[in-house]
């Protein structure tokens, strides 16, 4: 399974959506975090840590196919 980080909140207030974003940027192999889960995300060439506020609650990953990329929204922090 794999996950991509597609919309991010920045502190400023500015949504920076996957158009901004490069296809292979924030596109991560493994489990997919669930909401209220702190994870490191690159934007706008800068890393910083980013809470997942939509796209994967906790016990939904049961059942899912392998290939699946879940798609995430999370905010600055």
């Known amino acids: 399974m794999a996950y991509w980080v597609k919309r991010i909140c ?3 207030g500015e949504l920076v959506t996957e158009r901004e974003l490069r296809v292979d940027e924030n596109l991560f192999q ?3 975090p669930v909401v209220g889960d702190t994870i490191k995300v690159m934007c706008r060439g800068r890393s910083f840590d980013a ?3 939509w ?7 049961e059942g899912r196919p392998l290939d699946v990329v879940v798609p995430l929204r999370v905010e600055e922090i």
């Open 55 to 61: 796209g994967n609650w906790p016990g939904h990953n």
């Open 30 to 32: 493994g489990e997919a």
């Open 51 to 53: 809470r997942v506020i």
């Open 10 to 12: 920045l502190k400023s």
